[in-house]
């Protein structure tokens, strides 16, 4: 069973960083795209930053120059470094992995559980 775990969350004062992690466990057969996504008290979930499996990244507007997303294709993790964190940061942010299970069958989008980011001010 494939399964996405989220680490590094927490509350932080504004100015601060903070790295969150997420590793896929289970039977895998290849992992495309991973990224981190995020989704704030009444609205909609938005795309934070995004990797592919050869290293290139994709960055929403509002956090380029401040956090960096990166992957060990070894260890099936992504990371995500937030510096100079602001109050409207402050979300939950989720793991998403574009994956094949099996060989030969299609592909998969698999999200972690979510874990809290609070930025005070």
């Known amino acids: 069973q494939v399964q996405l775990v989220e680490s590094g969350g927490g509350l932080v004062q504004a100015g601060g960083s903070l790295r969150l992690s997420c590793a896929v466990s289970g039977s895998i057969f290849v992992i495309n795209v991973m990224g981190w996504y995020r989704q704030a008290p009444g609205k909609q979930r938005d795309m934070v930053a995004t990797?592919?499996?050869?290293?290139?990244?994709n960055y929403a507007d509002s956090v380029k120059g401040r956090f960096t997303i990166s992957r060990d294709n070894a260890k099936n993790t992504v990371y995500l470094q937030m510096n100079s964190l602001k109050p409207e940061d402050t979300a939950v942010y989720y793991c998403?992995?574009?994956?094949?299970?099996?060989?030969?069958?299609?592909?998969?989008?698999?999200w972690g559980q979510g874990t809290q980011v609070t930025v005070s001010s």
């Open positions: 990797i592919t499996k050869g290293g290139s990244a």
């Open positions: 998403n992995a574009d994956l094949v299970i099996v060989r030969g069958t299609g592909w998969k989008d698999f």
